[in-house]
């Protein structure tokens, strides 16, 4: 039974045990003389919770850990079955079984053992399935008829219920952060691994970052050099020139649109300018590579500058442009939340509206607003497309502006891209660039947010 | 200059607008200089927009409209060429919940003297915030802290904070919305008495839902009733031997 009609089915019964339970407690109470303690629909809930819940569970759990365990029975299978391999061959021959019962390859290019493997794995994940298929509906059908038998007329249905839902709840919660924390780990382990074949400190202090490219088994000899620092310059280069143009204009629209503009304005301009933020960041990419830097180096060279085609510039201007919703929509937040009584009090000491905001309503304003700028700057050092497209992939260390860099999002997808060895040096630099760039981000999230968290305080 | 109880302020005719709806439907009103004048009524009944019609801090408002002259010495401060920002500095104003800006208590009462030029020197600007803090009876309480923010104080020091801000560009007159009604019966009586030294030095009208303050502060009485000046007079004719009925109905608590 596949997995989606299994799901199906429970939720079937799921439905059915509803207007069970719903149906059964009308039934019990119309011939008793008490209250009933909960609405109908919560001994419907109740049942559905107890027939859905263990039987999805079972079925998740088990798809997740049943491949694991039929691989290493396959693996036995093969070893067991002719003599000394190595461990290499026996992957080779798994690979090779399994791709045969997927019918990827034809049984006439492989040898018999290798058919016989791969019966032997499709018997296993036949029993598999239907192990999980009676598993869960035997769970269901307990499920139910435990369920069903606690109706009554007095039962703490609604109790039950919400006691269920908390629990669903935080095993929401928990597989958020439980899947958070695997992602790190397996960072960690990985950046680990390519810390045993490049140094710490040339990693991370390195001024030259050229990772060879292998094309043939015999260049992978050279494994290039790993130095971080030109990716991390490039990344710090262009965030600074996105911050320049994003600060400025997205603060100013913010105290325009928040002090200055009428309401109909305002309920305008400001979904319109969130729009913004909506852009895909390639549609942001395309236009910087085929129309900001086209023009930048235009205009560059009629005032005698060499630009070469991609610049920190241009992918500068155009990350700013696209973060300029960002700060005007959060800044726009805080300064409406500074109390329009310090407005009141400012002006009726005759302060003029410029000098109420620049002294009095900025000020207050001002943890919000930092923290909206380290959000958009951890925005920034994030942003990939429009560096790939815009800016190159040559790892200069330049405080050039004018000239090709890249970052360290770009390299990661550089170094991912076509078919690669997954321990080489180069694979693991990714990982371990990625670590670097989320312990990063993570610090300015966590700075930020503990600004606004303060700021939040002040006023309530 | 004004001698007590010459008029200081005069309203004539004075209509206020919100939109369409009208709030004010004509309020002439004296109000005599060096003494304090409490404007009473059932909420609603429009004491505030009078008396953000001597500051005009109506003109922050949008959509309100005030028609009609109010007289300060003799000047309307209608006028075109009146600067609201002098006029502010002549008319201070103090609110119903205490605002503070979020800066040290040395910098909130130092703010106005400082937009309005008023102070050449640091010496004079300490010398100031001193006298404020002094006139507003805050000194002994604060003046080994004056670094530390304003909106770490009580409720009634942050009152009494926003007085002294007020009377730190040395105004005229002093408004005061409703000033005791988030703070407690003791700050409340600090506030009274404060209000009672300073009428010496400054024109004072003050808002309040409370008979007994109202009695208890001021010479002189305005009651409102929808939008209308009903009675105005001594304040102690007024509460013993009110002549309108409404007033008398408010006054012994008919009309909340
Ligand atoms: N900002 C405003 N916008 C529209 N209407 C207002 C505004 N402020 C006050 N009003 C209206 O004007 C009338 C008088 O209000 P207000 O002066 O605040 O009364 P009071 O201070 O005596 O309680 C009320 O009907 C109120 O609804
Ligand atoms: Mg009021």
Redesign the pocket.
């Known amino acids: 039974m596949s997995l989606t009609f299994l799901s199906v089915s429970i939720l079937v019964l799921g439905a059915y045990s509803f207007i069970f339970g719903r149906r059964r407690v009308r039934h019990l109470s119309a011939r008793v003389d008490v209250k009933q303690h909960s609405l109908d629909g919560y001994h419907g809930a109740f049942v559905m919770a107890c027939v859905v819940l263990p039987a999805f569970s079972f079925a998740v759990l088990w798809s997740g850990f049943a491949p694991l365990i039929i691989n290493d029975w396959l693996r036995e299978f093969i070893a067991a079955g002719s003599g000394a391999l190595t461990n290499a061959e026996i992957n080779v021959l798994v690979s090779k079984a399994k791709a045969l019962h997927a019918g990827v390859i034809n049984a006439r290019f492989v040898g018999p053992d290798t058919v016989e493997a791969a019966d032997y794995f499709a018997g296993l994940l036949e029993m598999s399935s239907y192990l999980r298929a009676t598993g869960a509906i035997a769970l269901a059908l307990a499920g139910f008829y435990f369920s069903q038998k606690l109706i009554a007329p007095r039962f703490a249905a609604r109790q039950r219920v919400e006691k269920i839902a908390i629990w669903v709840m935080i095993g929401a919660s928990a597989f958020a952060i439980l899947t958070t924390i695997g992602i790190i780990f397996s960072l960690i382990f990985e950046t680990y691994m390519f810390f045993q074949q490049v140094p710490v400190l040339d990693f991370l202090f390195g001024l030259h970052w050229s990772p060879q490219i292998a094309i043939r088994e015999d260049q992978a000899a050279n494994p290039g050099e790993f130095g971080a620092i030109p990716l991390f310059a490039g990344t710090l280069l262009i965030t600074f020139i996105a911050m320049l143009v994003a600060v400025p204009v997205g603060l100013m629209a913010a105290v325009y649109l928040s002090e200055y503009a009428t309401h109909r304005l305002r309920n305008f301009a400001k979904p319109t300018i969130e729009v913004l933020a909506g852009i895909p960041t390639v549609v942001y990419g395309f236009f910087a590579a085929l129309v900001v830097a086209p023009l930048l180096r235009n205009s560059g060279a009629d005032i005698g500058l060499t630009l070469s085609s991609e610049s920190a510039l241009a992918a500068g201007i155009v990350m700013g442009t696209m973060l300029i919703p960002f700060i005007s929509s959060l800044s726009d937040d805080v300064i409406n939340a500074v109390p329009q009584s310090l407005r009141d009090g400012a002006s009726a000491l005759g302060a003029t509206k410029s000098e109420t905001i620049k002294q009095v309503v900025l000020p207050a304003a001002l943890p919000g607003i930092v923290s909206a700028i380290l959000l958009a700057i951890s925005r920034a050092i994030g942003e990939t497309m429009i560096v790939v497209m815009a800016a190159g992939i040559a790892a200069n260390l330049t405080a050039n502006p004018f000239e090709s860099v890249t970052t360290v999002t770009v390299q990661i997808v550089v170094l991912l891209i076509g078919d690669q060895e997954f321990d080489s040096a180069k694979t693991l630099a990714a990982f371990a660039l990625g670590l670097v760039l989320f312990f990063i981000t993570l610090i300015l999230n966590v700075v930020a947010l503990r600004i606004v968290n303060k700021y939040r305080e002040q006023y309530d | 200059m004004s001698y007590e109880g010459e008029n200081k302020i005069q309203s004539t005719g004075v209509q206020v607008y919100?939109?369409e709806?009208r709030?004010l439907h004509g309020i002439d009103l004296n109000i005599g200089a060096n003494e304090v004048t409490s404007l009473i009524?059932p909420?609603?009944?429009?004491?505030?927009?009078?008396l953000r019609c001597i500051n005009r801090m109506n003109d922050v408002?949008e959509?309100?409209r005030v028609e009609g002259s109010v007289f300060i010495d003799g000047d309307d401060i209608y006028a075109d060429h009146m600067d609201v920002v002098e006029l502010r500095a002549r008319v201070g104003m103090v609110f119903q919940k205490p605002n503070p800006f979020p800066k040290s208590i040395y910098d909130n009462v130092a703010y106005g003297p400082r937009i309005h030029g008023l102070a050449p020197t640091k010496e004079a600007l300490d010398h100031m915030v001193e006298t404020s803090l002094r006139r507003a009876g805050l000194w002994q309480e604060v003046h080994d802290r004056l670094g530390d923010t304003g909106s770490g104080l009580s409720g009634g020091q942050q009152q009494r904070l926003c007085i002294a801000r007020a009377i730190a560009v040395n105004p005229d007159v002093v408004l005061m919305?409703e000033p005791c009604s988030a703070l407690d019966p003791i700050a409340t009586a600090v506030i009274e008495e404060l209000i009672e030294e300073l009428k010496s030095e400054y024109t004072i009208v003050i808002?309040t839902h409370s008979m007994q303050q109202a009695s208890r502060v001021s010479q002189k009485t305005a009651y409102?009733h929808l939008?209308n000046v009903v009675e105005f007079g001594d304040t102690s004719q007024i509460f013993s031997n009110p002549k309108n009925t409404q007033t008398e109905a408010y006054i012994s608590g008919r009309i909340g």
């Open positions: 919100y939109g709806t709030a009524g909420s609603g009944c429009g004491k505030s927009t009078f408002i959509g309100c919305d808002v409102f939008g």
